[in-house]
């Protein structure tokens, strides 16, 4: 079995600062310029705006692409840095950087464990599924309908960060009540130190997505303000809701496909997780700069800390050892949304279809 140790990672592992920042400028640039562009274009007629917000869509996908850089603290050398760059590219995309980064990161720790993580769209087993009734087990398969992407997009990035926000503060103001009421003495700090809640794990948590909250609905009043709510809105939303569908898409099929490493907690391997649980998405060249080279998804998942601008060369220098990981194509992403229930016992998701025909074939066997 190939092991982590087979693989030439170590020289691919250093980040560039002048890379880094030029990928930062080739993108961030671009999409405000495209924005004044939207604007400029908007005076002269509503029929030159598609174009213009297809390309907002896509760059609005690279700024979350290198926002995810900065999470693994792989874009730039510093830790600083990226913290600074990825809360910018957070504000940009509506959604709290540091918080996003953590759960991410738990991600990456439990690739593959799908009695741990289940992706962003909480597949159930083979056994919780038939548990359901008939209409929850619709209603199960409509909410992971490919279609549910865009309005699960929207809510991912421009609503759940603010109801996030909402509920935990409604949640603090009941711990304080309670706190005071049971001893009016006790210190602030032990108050707001012994809160817990679900919706941030630490302070460091909190604060971004308090400060992220603040600049981004600040920033949405000021644009529009100035460009018009409805002129303003209807663009941001659009083209949100776009990039966020393709990002959830592409993540989506990068670990849902057909025979995909998918073990229980007891021996469940991390490189295995890597290698077979995560695909190499080969995307033409223009998606492959959009999306900083995330296709490279076996690799990225080997070692996060490789940069973006680093996964297609040591991807090469690996090939030799990547024979048994998933290439998958554009065409093959359809037939990935139909796998959307974990089976335990083939260690592989699996789509309803097939769970319905095993589930048809036992009663034959046992009637006969």
């Not at 309908?145 to 103001?173: E, S, T």
């Not at 711990?175 to 006790?186: G, K, R, V």
């Not at 393709?246 to 997780?273: M, P, R």
């Amino acid at each position: 079995m190939v092991k982590k140790s087979d693989f030439v990672l170590a020289p691919y592992m250093k980040s560039n600062d002048l890379r880094a920042t030029y990928q930062i400028l080739n993108t961030v640039i671009p999409y405000i310029l495209l924005w004044i562009l939207a604007v400029k274009a908007a005076k002269v007629s509503f029929y030159l705006l598609p174009p213009i917000m297809v390309m907002i869509t896509l760059f609005s996908l690279r700024c979350f692409s290198l926002m995810h850089d900065c999470g693994h603290y792989s874009l730039f050398r510093s830790k600083r840095v990226n913290r600074v760059v990825g809360f910018i590219l957070g504000v940009m995309n509506g959604i709290p950087q540091y918080p996003w980064s953590r759960g991410h990161a738990y991600h990456h720790k439990t690739n593959g464990d799908w009695e741990k993580y289940r992706g962003p769209v909480a597949l159930v087993s083979t056994e919780e599924f038939s548990k359901l009734s008939p209409a929850a087990q619709k209603r199960y398969e409509l909410l992971r309908h490919p279609l549910m992407l865009f309005p699960g997009g929207f809510f991912y990035l421009a609503i759940k960060p603010r109801l996030a926000l909402i509920a935990g503060l409604y949640g603090f103001i009941g711990h304080l009540l309670n706190c005071i009421q049971e001893d009016p003495s006790m210190d602030i700090k032990k108050i707001i130190y012994s809160y817990k809640s679900k919706n941030w794990y630490t302070t460091g948590e909190f604060f971004d997505l308090l400060f992220n909250n603040i600049c981004v609905v600040s920033s949405w009043i000021y644009l529009g303000y100035l460009l018009g709510f409805g002129f303003f809105l209807s663009i941001y939303s659009i083209t949100l809701t776009f990039a966020a569908a393709i990002f959830i898409c592409v993540f989506f099929v990068q670990h849902n496909f057909e025979g995909s490493y998918a073990h229980k907690t007891e021996g469940w391997d991390y490189t295995l997780g890597a290698l077979k649980g995560s695909s190499y998405l080969e995307l033409p060249t223009v998606l492959k700069w959009f999306s900083a080279d995330i296709g490279y998804h076996n690799i990225h998942h080997l070692s996060e800390r490789i940069p973006n601008y680093n996964l297609e060369a040591c991807h090469n220098q690996n090939i030799h050892l990547l024979t048994d990981s998933k290439k998958l194509k554009m065409a093959d992403i359809p037939d990935c949304f139909q796998f959307i229930l974990w089976d335990p016992s083939t260690s592989c998701p699996v789509s309803i279809a097939s769970f319905h025909q095993s589930i048809s074939c036992e009663i034959s066997l046992m009637s006969s």
